[in-house]
Antibody, heavy 118, light 107 residues
Framework: EVQLLESGGGLVQPGGSLRLSCAASGFSFSNFAMSWVRQAPGKGLEWVSPIGSSGGGTFYADSVKGRFTVSRDNSKNTLYLEMNSLRVEDTAVYYC???????????WGQGTLVTVSA | EIVMTQFPATLSVSPGERATLSCRASQSINSFLAWYQQKPGQAPRLLMYAVSTRATGIPARFSGSGFGTEFTLTISSLQSEDFAVYYCQQYSLWPRTFGQGTKVEIK
């Protein structure tokens, strides 16, 4: 069974930093692209950043470009999202997702809440 | 950026009835379309990809159709567990974009 467990969320002040982690199990992690998708409170979904199976093929939403960095450690079956210069508008639940045979999210974690507030 | 527009925003349906949800892309996305279901307090769940391929474990009452810019998700006979918000998502081009969602509520 595919399991994705996010951690690292919390309350941070504007301008601060956080690193999210996503521990994956139940599948061959190194063979699949992964992504981060976020959802602001009461709002819709925004695809933040995908990363290819070997760590290449990274893209970023314009809203986070230059501030967020996606990475992965295939030896630890873990996906990361380094978030710097956080803004109030980055407040959201951040989901880790395993991609399918194409660029859709086949499996989702339960999400971790990031709150950016003074 | 490809804009995905879903309609209606809210659909009121009685259990056992048919529900038809629409999704329109601002430019052609061929068949690069997925549908997700999200219930309150839960993560989204993949229902459909490549327009009409059901994800693992998705019942046959869910079906998808369309090509290019116009797409439809049909739930043939709504069950109590189907009342949720549904999102379409294009994966033709980066950035991958979602529609704003259609809430299916009990009539």
């Amino acid at each position: 069974e595919v399991q994705l467990l996010e951690s690292g969320g919390g309350l941070v002040q504007p301008g601060g930093s956080l690193r999210l982690s996503c521990a994956a199990s139940g599948f061959s992690f190194s063979n699949f692209a992964m992504s981060w998708v976020r959802q602001a409170p009461g709002k819709g979904l925004e695809w933040v950043s995908p990363i290819g199976s070997s760590g290449g093929g990274t893209f970023y939403a314009d809203s986070v470009k230059g501030r967020f960095t996606v990475s992965r450690d295939n030896s630890k079956n873990t996906l990361y999202l380094e978030m710097n210069s956080l803004r109030v508008e980055d407040t959201a639940v951040y989901y880790c997702a395993k991609e399918g045979t194409s660029y859709y999210a086949e499996h989702w974690g339960q999400g971790t809440l990031v709150t950016v507030s003074a | 950026e490809i804009v995905m527009t879903q309609f209606p925003a809210t659909l009121s349906v009685s259990p056992g009835e048919r529900a038809t949800l629409s999704c329109r892309a601002s430019q052609s996305i061929n068949s690069f379309l997925a549908w997700y279901q999200q219930k309150p307090g839960q993560a989204p769940r993949l229902l459909m990809y490549a327009v009409s391929t059901r994800a693992t474990g998705i019942p046959a009452r869910f079906s998808g159709s369309g090509f290019g810019t116009e797409f439809t998700l049909t739930i043939s006979s709504l069950q109590s567990e189907d009342f949720a918000v549904y999102y379409c998502q294009q994966y033709s081009l980066w950035p991958r974009t979602f529609g704003q969602g259609t809430k299916v509520e009990i009539k």
